[in-house]
C-alpha cells in the first residue's frame, strides 16, 4: 500500500525559504519508472505543477519556478525534499506531494496522492 | 507551455445524473492525460490515465475518451460522493498543466 506525507512549516514570513518534506511508504525511490512529484494549490485555484524527481536522479521543474526550486531525495529515508525559495504571499497555497507512475507506453500519470498541507506566506 | 482549456468551470446536477467535462489541449498531447477527482481536505484521486484507462479501484461509471487534442471524462449515474472539482493534466510536455477544474455541485 503506497502513503505519502508531507510535513513542514504552516506559516512562513515573505522572502524565506521553504523547505517541505514528502515522507513515504510502500514504494521505492530506486525503483524503475518510479518518481516523486510536488503540486500546489492555492485557495480558489487550480493545481499547479511544481517540481519532479525521479529513480535515475532525473530532476524536472517548472520553468516559472525553476530558479526558485530545488528537489532532492534521501532513498534510504524513503523521503523526497522541496525547497522554495524568497517566498512572497502569493506562494500560499496546499502543497501536495504524489507518486509518479511511467507506464510501459511511456504514460506518466500521479497514481497516489499525500493530504497536502496548507502553507500561508504572510508577515 | 501547454494550455488544457477544462470546461464547463462549474456544472450543477442530480444524484443519477450523466454529467461530462472536456478538455482542449493547445496542441496535439496524443493520449498524455489523466483525470483527478479532488475534496477539500481529502488527497487527490487518479481517475483515468492514458486518456481512456480507468484506474484501478475506481468505479465504472466514470470513463474517459479523446486523443490529440480533444478529451472528456463521463459520469454516469452520478452519487453523492461524486461532488468534487475535477481537472485534467497533460503529461506530454514541460511544464506539465492541469485544466482550471470543474466544480461539480448538486442541483
Known amino acids: 500500500q503506497i502513503t505519502l506525507k508531507e510535513s513542514g512549516p504552516t506559516l512562513v514570513k515573505p522572502t524565506q525559504t521553504l523547505t517541505l518534506t514528502c515522507s513515504f511508504s510502500?514504494?521505492?525511490?530506486?525503483?524503475?519508472?518510479?518518481?516523486v512529484g510536488w503540486i500546489r494549490q492555492p485557495p480558489g485555484k487550480a493545481l499547479e505543477w511544481l517540481a519532479l524527481?525521479?529513480?535515475?536522479?532525473?530532476?524536472q521543474y517548472s520553468p516559472s519556478l525553476k530558479s526558485r526550486l530545488t528537489i532532492t531525495k534521501d532513498t534510504s529515508k524513503n523521503q523526497v525534499v522541496l525547497r522554495l525559495t524568497n517566498l512572497d504571499p502569493v506562494d500560499t497555497a496546499t502543497y501536495y506531494c504524489?507518486?509518479?507512475?511511467?507506464?510501459?507506453?511511456?504514460?506518466?500519470?500521479?497514481?497516489?496522492w499525500g493530504q497536502g498541507t496548507l502553507v500561508t506566506v504572510s508577515s | 507551455d501547454i494550455q488544457m482549456a477544462q470546461s464547463p468551470s462549474s456544472l450543477s446536477a442530480s444524484v443519477g445524473d450523466r454529467v461530462s467535462i472536456t478538455c482542449r489541449a493547445s496542441q496535439s498531447i496524443f493520449n498524455y492525460v489523466s483525470w483527478y477527482q479532488v475534496k477539500p481536505g481529502k488527497a487527490p484521486k487518479l481517475l483515468i490515465y492514458e486518456a481512456s484507462s480507468l484506474q484501478s479501484g475506481v468505479p465504472s461509471r466514470f470513463s474517459g475518451s479523446g486523443s490529440g487534442t480533444d478529451f472528456t471524462l463521463a459520469i454516469i449515474s452520478l452519487q453523492p460522493e461524486d461532488f468534487a472539482t475535477y481537472y485534467c493534466h497533460q503529461s506530454y510536455s514541460i511544464p506539465y498543466t492541469f485544466g482550471q477544474g470543474t466544480k461539480l455541485e448538486i442541483k
Open positions: 504524489a507518486h509518479r507512475r511511467i507506464s510501459l507506453a511511456g504514460g506518466k500519470d500521479f497514481d497516489y
Open positions: 524527481i525521479y529513480w535515475d536522479g532525473n530532476k
Open positions: 510502500g514504494f521505492s525511490l530506486s525503483t524503475s519508472g518510479v518518481g
